[in-house]
């Protein structure tokens, strides 16, 4: 079992560092992490400069470009034989509803799926970290879970883990996505030149957060999991539009 993980937060984010030593009990751990947070990068490819690949005392590699990037890379030529399964995280911040489109975490492992790797996002629903054990544990069961019993590709599993101890966790759910408020307003100040300077706000509250939904299982210390895919067509729009071009 060949495992390939990565991240948004960087190689050096204590998330990504639990994640590798606990996988390696399963199997051939390769880490391959951008050299700094790039959390909100979304499926972004670097494609105006050349990228390097170094190598820390740990042996991780860590690329100065996005999470994309460094999973395109190892899939493209840096690992071979290719992995059996790509793992982003551990996140440090929930990746829920809307989360998903800007998230780097998640763009890591969608560059697996797309191709063709089961491909798996691990975040701790809480900024402080604090019980990175808890999700490093669900990570490597969701993992063991995969190899007895394979998932139907193409496989792509957002996982999102309540920050409490192991023995507080209330469980695991299947879930969709929920859906956020719009953004909080960007925050302005001044630059000591005097120019305005802006900072993007904070996500919005949860709207859609009813049961069944990633925010609903984890409010209730439940972990989520829910499986993605990735296809932007509006099917039900589409004969619409097809009678829509006709008039
Ligand atoms: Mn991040």
């Known amino acids: 079992m060949?495992?390939?993980?990565?991240?948004?937060?960087?190689?050096?984010?204590p998330g990504i560092v639990l994640l590798a030593e606990?996988?390696?009990?399963?199997?051939?751990?390769?880490?391959?992490?951008?050299?700094?947070?790039?959390?909100?990068?979304?499926?972004?490819?670097?494609?105006?400069?050349?990228?390097t690949a170094r190598r820390a005392p740990n042996g991780f590699r860590y690329v100065n470009g996005t999470p994309t990037d460094c999973v395109h890379l190892a899939l493209t030529g840096?690992?071979?034989?290719l992995p059996d399964l790509v793992i982003s995280g551990i996140n440090l911040g929930a990746n829920m509803g809307d989360d998903t489109i800007y998230s780097g975490t998640v763009a890591a492992a969608t560059e697996g799926y797309l191709f063709g790797i089961p491909s798996l996002a691990v975040s701790l629903a809480g900024r402080a970290?604090?019980?990175?054990?808890?999700?490093?544990?669900?990570?490597?069961?969701?993992v063991r879970r995969a190899m007895r019993l394979p998932l139907a590709p193409p496989v792509l599993l957002n996982v999102n883990v309540p920050d409490v101890a192991l023995a507080e966790l209330g469980g695991i759910e299947a879930?969709?996505?929920g859906r956020r408020h719009k953004a909080e307003?960007?925050?302005?100040?001044?630059?000591?030149?005097g120019e305005t300077a802006y900072w993007i706000g904070p996500a919005g509250n949860a709207q859609d957060a009813g049961p069944?939904?990633?925010f609903h299982a984890v409010a209730a210390g439940r972990v989520s999991v829910t499986p993605l895919q990735?296809?932007?067509?509006?099917?039900?729009?589409?004969?619409?539009v097809v009678e829509w071009l006709k008039k």
């Open 185 to 193: 307003p960007v925050v302005q100040m001044k630059t000591p030149r």
């Open 22 to 51: 606990r996988l390696a009990a399963l199997g051939e751990v390769t880490v391959v992490a951008p050299e700094r947070d790039r959390s909100g990068a979304s499926n972004s490819l670097t494609l105006d400069r050349p990228l």
């Open 212 to 214: 069944g939904t990633d």
């Open 2 to 13: 060949r495992i390939l993980v990565s991240n948004d937060d960087g190689y050096f984010s």
């Open 129 to 142: 970290g604090r019980h990175l054990e808890t999700a490093a544990t669900v990570a490597v069961e969701l």
């Open 175 to 177: 879930t969709r996505l």
């Open 78 to 81: 840096m690992i071979d034989p």
């Open 230 to 240: 990735v296809d932007l067509s509006q099917h039900q729009q589409l004969p619409l």
